[in-house]
């Protein structure tokens, strides 16, 4: 399984990988400029991370996380989290176009959800086996 997601990894760092990183890196510079948007700006280099080397990690809720994570959510979302997604979005169809791309679609598509909400959530390393299909 290391061996697979390594590949995938690769793969997916070529193909679009740091497209999508580098659209994360502007949000976050974007964010960093006001001091009030910092928060914004680290959650975004963040989710820079986790779209460089996707496979083998999952994003977790963070326990403890209350009303404060979701107001800084709601932010995001109007800012910058709509585009993002939409970024993700377009990746997975065009990655979808072939058999070999379909695995890397379903890893663009599964960001989705930190791409709209990345407060309150963690990314963690995978260490369990995923079925086929399963978010």
């Not at 979005?89 to 990655?95: D, E, F, P, S, V």
Request: net charge positive.
């Amino acid at each position: 399984m290391a061996l697979l997601r390594l590949l995938l990894n690769v793969v997916w760092l070529v193909v679009s990988g740091l497209w999508l990183a580098l659209g994360y890196v502007v949000a976050g510079i974007v964010c960093c400029l006001l001091v009030v948007t910092i928060p914004f700006g680290v959650a975004s280099f963040r989710m820079a991370n986790y779209a460089l080397w996707p496979f083998g990690r999952d994003l977790v809720r963070r326990p403890g996380a209350g009303a404060g994570s979701t107001a800084l959510n709601v932010v995001w979302l109007i800012v910058a989290g709509w585009w993002l997604a939409l970024g993700h979005i377009a990746a997975a169809i065009g990655l979808a176009v072939t058999i070999i791309g379909i695995p890397l679609a379903w890893a663009s598509l599964k960001m989705i959800p930190v791409a709209l909400a990345p407060f309150g959530n963690e990314i963690v390393e995978s260490d369990r086996y995923r079925e086929p299909w399963q978010l």
